[in-house]
């Protein structure tokens, strides 16, 4: 069992920057491929970033170059550090984990979620 927990959402300019944490529970961090997916209203939610236990990391296109994830296992933590943002970027941010080695895309096969941290980008 893993639980998650975000935080450093927050409302900022467009162009400026964010930092989220994403703290997990559990022994087996390092075992787990992480994620960031968001969800803006009235949208599905869509993949961000993922993290896989060896380090590979994949991002959406929207992202790419702006978006960086990072994991510390000794502090069983994954970040998202966000780059200049845009209001496009506004949506509520949730941290996910998965005991599969490639992290999927799909929201739905991922197995644990924090809360979700709002995050609002002001034009």
């Known amino acids: 069992q893993v639980q998650l927990v975000e935080s450093g959402g927050g409302l900022v300019q467009a162009g400026g920057s964010l930092r989220l944490s994403c703290a997990a529970s559990?022994?087996?961090?390092?075992?787990?491929?992480m994620g960031w997916f968001r969800q803006a209203p009235g949208k599905e939610r869509e993949f961000v970033v993922a993290?896989?236990?060896?380090?590979?990391?994949y991002y959406a296109d929207s992202v790419k170059g702006r978006f960086t994830i990072s994991r510390d296992n000794a502090k069983n933590t994954v970040y998202l550090q966000m780059n200049s943002l845009k209001p496009e970027d506004t949506a509520v941010y949730y941290c996910?984990?998965?005991?599969?080695?490639?992290?999927?895309?799909?929201?739905?096969?991922?197995?644990?979620w924090g809360q979700g941290t709002q995050v609002t980008v002001s034009s």
């Open positions: 996910a984990a998965t005991g599969l080695p490639l992290p999927p895309r799909s929201y739905e096969r991922w197995g644990y």
């Open positions: 993290i896989s236990s060896g380090y590979s990391t």
């Open positions: 559990g022994r087996t961090f390092s075992s787990y491929s």
